[in-house]
């Protein structure tokens, strides 16, 4: 089993910034894939932004204000997220595509969400 643990969210003034973290542990030998989510209230879960071994992917409404990177040694995601708007509140979600042994197939987990708030 993988378990995902977020952290860094909060409440932030707009302009403000705010750094998540997503620490993957468990039965790991690669990770494929780690991702960003979010979920407003009464929407569908949006893609933020994703990353691979070989590139980076943004939607377009944060593309310039927030980066995401990783450290593979330590399984770990971040997002780092500035110059933040009201707009960007929501439950945030890590993402990540696991094998377990060599060749397994890539197992999809989530983390459990970890709150923004960006007030005006």
């Known amino acids: 089993q993988v378990q995902l643990v977020e952290s860094g969210g909060g409440l932030v003034q707009a302009g403000g910034s705010l750094r998540l973290s997503c620490a993957a542990s468990?039965?790991?030998?690669?990770?494929?894939?780690m991702g960003w989510y979010r979920q407003a209230p009464g929407k569908q879960r949006e893609l933020v932004a994703e990353?691979?071994?070989?590139?980076?992917n943004y939607r377009d409404s944060v593309k310039g204000r927030f980066t995401i990177s990783r450290d593979n040694a330590k399984n770990t995601v971040y997002l780092q997220m500035n110059y933040l708007k009201p707009e960007d509140t929501a439950v945030y979600y890590c993402?990540?595509?696991?094998?377990?042994?060599?060749?397994?197939?890539?197992?999809?987990?989530w983390g459990q969400g970890t709150q923004v708030t960006v007030s005006s």
């Open positions: 993402d990540a595509r696991v094998s377990s042994t060599p060749g397994a197939y890539a197992y999809h987990y």
């Open positions: 990353i691979t071994s070989s590139s980076t």
């Open positions: 468990g039965s790991i030998f690669s990770i494929n894939y």
